[in-house]
């Protein structure tokens, strides 16, 4: 698939997670990776880079914190449609509404 685009060096004085956010990252803001293109499963991409799960759950999970992946139940993560430097150039009238999420009853805050 893009694996080509990732290249992580253990010698690297930059952690993996680290290394593979920032390609994963690069190739989401060049185009490389487009909109709504789904990224493959974590066990299968840490097979083929021979690396740890948990550094691509690492990765991914800091990719889906600062808003350039989104993941859904039962279905893989796929690259977000709306990227943060998007809103972030959008005026205040272009940018999408949202609500934030409800807590359930009986939870302190």
């Not at 989401?28 to 021979?50: D, E, K, M, V, Y």
């Not at 550094?55 to 993941?71: D, K, S």
Request: aromatic fraction near 4%; hydrophobic fraction near 45%; charged fraction near 20%.
């Amino acid at each position: 698939m893009f694996e080509p685009l990732l290249t992580l060096d253990p010698a690297a004085p930059s952690p993996l997670h680290r290394q593979l956010y920032e390609a994963l990252r690069a190739a989401i803001l060049g185009g490389r990776l487009p909109a709504g293109s789904r990224l493959p499963a974590t066990r299968g991409l840490a097979a083929r880079l021979a690396i740890s799960r948990n550094t691509v759950l690492e990765a991914y999970a800091q990719l889906l914190a600062e808003g350039y992946v989104e993941g859904r139940v039962g279905s893989g993560t796929y690259v977000a449609r709306v990227l943060p430097e998007d809103l972030l150039a959008a005026s205040p009238a272009e940018r999408p509404v949202t609500t934030p999420p409800r807590r359930p009853a009986g939870l302190l805050s």
